[in-house]
Nanobody, 121 residues
Framework: QVQLVESGGGLVQPGGSLRLSCAAS????????MGWHRQAPGKQRELVAV???????NYADSVKGRFTIARSNAENTVYLQMNSLKPEDTAVYYC???????????????WGQGTQVTVSS
């Protein structure tokens, strides 16, 4: 009943920027947190950034100072502004939401399909 749709991925040169967007839709009662994870080939999925309903944020050490997470409550959307991109940022980026579905009264984590970010010269 809930869907997350990411957009904004693509190919960018080192030092460039991208902005990822993720829109949550469906029978959403409450969103507790939204965030981004990434997974490079052959590596574990890792937390990139998360923002809570109280606007508390956390970032992976590797992206601090370069990435910024933000949200729009009215649109149930989370953004990830990525600046000063490095080749090691190359990965599939997945949107995640911790939310409650009013149709089922269940609170669960939901995931988007992922969007590819490639940083290469």
């Amino acid at each position: 009943q809930v869907q997350l749709v990411e957009s904004g991925g693509g190919l960018v040169q080192p030092g460039g920027s991208l902005r990822l967007s993720c829109a949550a839709s469906g029978s959403i009662l409450s969103i507790y947190a939204m965030g981004w994870h990434r997974q490079a080939p052959g590596k574990q999925r890792e937390l990139v950034a998360v923002i809570t309903s109280t606007d508390s944020t956390n970032y992976a050490d590797s992206v601090k100072g370069r990435f910024t997470i933000a949200r729009s409550n009215a649109e149930n959307t989370v953004y990830l502004q990525m600046n000063s991109l490095k080749p090691e940022d190359t990965a599939v980026y997945y949107c995640n939401a911790d939310l409650r579905d009013w149709r089922t009264a269940r609170r669960n984590d939901y995931w988007g399909q992922g969007t590819q970010v490639t940083v290469s010269s």
